[in-house]
Every structure is written in structure tokens, then in C-alpha cells.
């Protein structure tokens, strides 16, 4: 990009707009970082952005530009593919634009940093994201503490994003001494667009806003952690493995009311208005054996799924994906009874 001069009644002659990346969160080509103590699930919500933007699915209830993204992964490998899986059992789809890389970066070292532009180039010319995690494993053979060297990581960071127009996110640790505060030198928050810490309080990870320069500062977000199991993956006992997934937490929501995310709930209005359509009654036989199915109607399930395939083409999942979701749903609104079943007919509870 060539260095110029503009007039400022140029700038001034239109409204800029924000251009979201994930909305009201990160704005794309800017410099964003999460930071929390180790543990805290800074990586599971990179993650979670990261394969939301890949399929296009809202974040956390907030609309996202789709698009493909590059992860800097400094360590866990292993770790990174089970996560990633357990983001595919959660939305029932897979994605081939996340590109996550074989080994850590030294972003400070010039060779490293053409290595790294060059791959992505090759492989991900158009990232819309592109995620260091951690930023201390990538970092090279600086010092994080140093703000002559955390400048030289910036100018770096500041040449990625204007080859890609990618937004870069950092994943970084807590401070030693303070955990409000991101470890290394002042001039690395200095240079952000936008912060969030990261903390954990039993299975509950909130991500709270600790700098925001060019939108109003969000209010924080909570998610619930929850086991995750992987179909068909077993362990060297036999065991089926588990990852674990975010789910939004919502402290509003009422004890003891069920909490369904966003597909759930459209199943299960699904299966309202089709009772509401051509719900039928149960048969004598079935009342008189148990009469508290007196008054309802039901549908059944061949209808209920062949309705739920058609909402779920909207997401573009194939065939066994489908199946899966609403396998999934159904078992879900059955245990936290939502729904009875009697004899492949069922009806709201």
C-alpha cells in the first residue's frame, strides 16, 4: 500500500461504517486479542469464532462475515483436531476453511514471517481471520516484555493484515502479578483495536471487553462449557472420546426452565405448527390405557422429520447431517420433556 496524503473533507464527505467481522465484537483488518490465565478457555472461544466464521453461523448470537481462516497453532495439535471435531458434532457440518498450521510461527523473525505469508498465499489467499494461539509461542526469539520488540511484532502484524485485509486475533496469557491485565509490555495493548479477557468460574467462561477503540464497548458475553462426545472416535480402552463445546449462557433464564439453543428451538416450533396444521388425535386404545393423553394432538415423526430436513437445507447440511441434528434435537426435547412420544406420534408436553 503506497503512502499518500488525503484531505480530510474527502473523509469527512461520507459516514464511515464499521465493517464487522462477527458484530459488535471484532471489526475485520483490525488487531484483536483475548488474554486470560491458562485454563480459562481463551482457545475454545478462538475456536468457536473461528468455525463460526468459517460456515457462516452467528457467534454467540451476533451475525458474522463468512469466510476462511488461518490458525496459527503454537501448540496442542492433538488437542486442536479433538476441538475442532466436537465443533463439528455441535453444528452438524464440516468446513475445509479453517487451515491450521503444522507448527508455530516466530512472527519477529523476517524468514519465519515471509515462510508464514507465502503459506497462506499459496494455501488461503482471502482469510477474513487469522488467529495466534498463543502469541507467546509464536512470537519467535523476542521478548514479550520488551516494547522495542513487541513494536517489531506489530509492524508484523500490521504487514500481514494489509496483504491479507485479515483481521488478526491474539490468544495471550494474564499477566504474572495481575490477571486483569495481558503479560508483557504496555505497548502491546497500546496497539490493539479491541481486547477481551478471558476468565472461568467453574463451568462458566465470560469474556469481558478491556478495550474497544472504534465501537461501543460490548457488554460481556458467558458461555456454558459442556462435555462434547465424538461419534465414533474411541480411545486406546475402547472408550468413546469427549472434547467439550461453549454453549451461550443466558443467567436471565428462569430455574428450573430448559435452555435450547438456536436449532432446538426451531425444531421444536417446527413440531407446534404442524400440530397446529394437521394434528390428529390418539386412539381410543391409547387414551383409555393412559388418560392423561386425552386432549392433545400429535403428529408423526416421518412428518415431523421431513419438516425439520426442510428447515435444515437453509444451513446446507447433507443427508447423514441431518439426520444427526435431528436425532439429536428430538432425544434433547424428549429428556428435558418437551415432548411426548407415544407409538412414533408425538405432541407437546
Not at 82 to 97: G, I, N, P
Request: overall charge neutral; charged content about 25%.
Amino acid at each position: 500500500m503506497p503512502y499518500t496524503l488525503t484531505p480530510i473533507s474527502l473523509l469527512t464527505a461520507k459516514q464511515p461504517k464499521n465493517t464487522w467481522l462477527i458484530k459488535d465484537i471484532v471489526e475485520q483488518a483490525t488487531t484483536g486479542m483475548l488474554f486470560g490465565s491458562p485454563a480459562s478457555g481463551k482457545s475454545f472461544i478462538a475456536m468457536e469464532m473461528a468455525f463460526c466464521i468459517a460456515i457462516g453461523h452467528d457467534f454467540a448470537d451476533r451475525p458474522v462475515c463468512q469466510g476462511q481462516v488461518v490458525y496459527l497453532a503454537g501448540e496442542g495439535f492433538n488437542g486442536l483436531t479433538k476441538r475442532f471435531k466436537a465443533l463439528e458434532e455441535k453444528y452438524q457440518t464440516q468446513t475445509s476453511d479453517v487451515f491450521i498450521s503444522n507448527m508455530p510461527a516466530a512472527l519477529i523473525c523476517e524468514k519465519s514471517k515471509v515462510e508464514v505469508l507465502e503459506e497462506i498465499n499459496n494455501i488461503c489467499p482471502n482469510p477474513s481471520l487469522i488467529i495466534v494461539d498463543t502469541l507467546h509461542r509464536n512470537f519467535g526469539g523476542g521478548d514479550e516484555n520488551s516494547a522495542k520488540d513487541v513494536g517489531k511484532l506489530m509492524e508484523v502484524i500490521t504487514a500481514i493484515i494489509n496483504d491479507t485485509n485479515a483481521a488478526v486475533l491474539l490468544v495471550h496469557h494474564s499477566g504474572h502479578s495481575s490477571g486483569d491485565r495481558a503479560r508483557g509490555s504496555s505497548a502491546l495493548k497500546a496497539a490493539l483495536d479491541v481486547e477481551y479477557k478471558i476468565s472461568k468460574k467453574g463451568d462458566v467462561v465470560t469474556m469481558k471487553n478491556t478495550k474497544v477503540k472504534d465501537f461501543d464497548e460490548p457488554k460481556p458475553i458467558s458461555f456454558n462449557l459442556v462435555p462434547q462426545p465424538i461419534s465414533g472416535w474411541l480411545d486406546d480402552a475402547g472408550k468413546p472420546v469427549k472434547s467439550a463445546i461453549l454453549e451461550l449462557y443466558n443467567d436471565t433464564v428462569p430455574k428450573g426452565k430448559v435452555f435450547l439453543n438456536k436449532r432446538e428451538s426451531s425444531i421444536l416450533n417446527a413440531l407446534e405448527a404442524l400440530i397446529d396444521d394437521k394434528g390428529i388425535s390418539l386412539p381410543q386404545s391409547a387414551i383409555k390405557a393412559n388418560p392423561m393423553l386425552s386432549g392433545k394432538r400429535y403428529i408423526h415423526v416421518d412428518d415431523w422429520r421431513t419438516e425439520v430436513y426442510q428447515l435444515l437445507d437453509a444451513d446446507k447440511l447433507d443427508q447423514q447431517a441431518k439426520q444427526k441434528a435431528f436425532k439429536r434435537a428430538r432425544e434433547k426435547l424428549e429428556k428435558e420433556k418437551q415432548v411426548i412420544v407415544t407409538a412414533e406420534l408425538y405432541c407437546l408436553s
